[in-house]
């Protein structure tokens, strides 16, 4: 059984950045939705590999994808992004998207271009291909389409409706711009590490 994660701030942290009721619907009640759904799924899963009727496995994995891939991405979300206290990437983190994407400027402004142009819902996502030892940006339409396997999302920005409009209705730039205010890089720093 997968548990949501605590937030690793107070639901007013990213004020006002990023408003208190903003965050708490899209943690209490999105996301927890997609921690609900997972686990119904895995149970069903579960059911169906015991009973061995594997009838209904086409909606099950789609459910699986769709439900995980959003607890996965959503947790990502929440924990890369923090108070605003500056914060940066560090050096090796640096060197890597200078070398990726020629200079962090040229980055950031890949990264907020593609964040504009997700197709309805989805996401952007700054993420490690382990196979090309390499950074890429990825849009990833509604949260489990267009991704590469075996990417590693380092940075992750929610570009659904839902994560923005309450505060900033159509004005998805000022969003995105407002996202790098709040950006925790020690947390995507301590990813990076890992890689
Ligand atoms: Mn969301």
């Given amino acids: 059984m997968l ?12 004020e006002p950045y990023y408003s208190m009721q903003t ?12 921690v ?9 899963l579960k059911k169906a ?5 594997f009838s209904n496995i086409k909606c099950l994995e789609k459910n699986l994808s769709f439900f995980g891939s959003g ?10 992004m923090g108070p605003a206290i ?8 640096m060197q890597q998207i200078i070398k990726d994407f020629g200079s962090y400027t040229a980055f950031k402004n890949q990264f907020t271009e593609a964040s504009k142009v997700v197709e309805a819902s989805g996401w952007c996502i700054l993420a490690w291909i382990p196979k090309w030892n390499k950074l890429e940006i990825l849009q990833c339409e509604k949260h489990q389409n267009l991704t590469l396997w075996g990417c ?7 570009m659904w409706e839902h994560s923005y409009y309450l505060q ?10 407002a996202f790098w205010n709040i950006v925790n890089w020690n947390v995507v720093n301590n990813r990076f590490a890992k890689i």
């Avoid at 965050?23 to 997609?34: D, T």
């Avoid at 500056?86 to 983190?93: K, Q, S, Y």
């Avoid at 900033?168 to 711009?177: A, E, F, G, V």
Wanted: net charge negative; hydrophobic share 30%.
């Fill in 86 to 93: 500056p914060t940066e990437p560090n050096v090796e983190l």
């Fill in 49 to 53: 590999r015991e009973k061995n009727d």
């Fill in 3 to 14: 548990k949501m994660i605590e937030l690793p701030y107070p639901l007013n942290a990213l």
């Fill in 71 to 80: 607890v996965i991405l959503h947790e990502l979300f929440f924990e890369n």
């Fill in 168 to 177: 900033y209705q159509t004005k998805r730039p000022d969003y995105i711009s």
């Fill in 36 to 44: 609900d759904n997972t686990n119904k799924t895995e149970e069903e």
């Fill in 152 to 158: 590693k999302p380092l940075l992750v920005l929610d």
């Fill in 23 to 34: 965050l708490e619907l899209h943690y209490q009640i999105l996301y927890k939705g997609y």
